[in-house]
């Protein structure tokens, strides 16, 4: 969707080295999402934000940190990279805080070696 | 724990046959509920939702039943067509406090010519 992009698409850190993802809106919406896919999973919420500066943790967040200065970008660090955190991560925005389908980004395929 | 279960990782239909997929959830508080398609490489889209106050919502070729008591919904695809072939996910959420969405595992529909 070109409302929501993600970036990098692919990355290969190594452990124990900080990494940032970025999650870039055109739509204006208040929320935003991130969420990790893991096989047998589905997807989980890190966290999320429902404004700028306004961030709170999802059932995951335990090894990463969030920032939204900005309405438009969303950003997601691991401090610490760990093999454990090697998974498919998507941003998500949702125009309110209702019952709305959200609007996913293409994802960021993050391998921790 | 896993308040959302798709027990079927896999499902394979014959095209132009109806494609039912099941979902569970625990959670007594979950009163909306949506369906999303996946396809490779692409972030998840919304697909179809149901309110805890209907049993069914019908759009198209799909249709989703909810039944409270049983805490089970399904999601229909009649006809099924090859380009239905994606993963699906189920999700729920509790209210207005939809931001902890919690999704199923996914199944993985395969529709064959």
Known sequence: DAGITQSPRHKVTETGTPVTLRCHQTENHRYMYWYRQDPGHGLRLIHYSYGVKDTDKGEVSDGYSVSRSKTEDFLLTLESATSSQTSVYFCAISRDRGNYGYTFGSGTRLTVV | ????????????????????????????????????????????????????????????????????????????????????????????????KNNDMRFGAGTRLTVKP
């Open chain 2, 1 to 96: 724990d896993q308040q959302v279960k798709q027990n079927s990782p896999s499902l394979s239909v014959q095209e132009g046959r109806i494609s039912i997929l099941n979902c569970d959830y625990t959670n007594s508080m979950f009163d909306y509920f949506l369906w999303y398609k996946k396809y490779p490489a692409e972030g998840p889209t919304f697909l179809i939702s149901i309110s805890s106050i209907k049993d069914k919502n019908e759009d198209g070729r799909f249709t989703v039943f909810l039944n409270k008591s049983a805490k089970h919904l399904s999601l229909h695809i009649v006809p099924s067509q090859p380009g239905d072939s994606a993963v699906y996910f189920c999700a729920a959420s509790a209210g207005a």
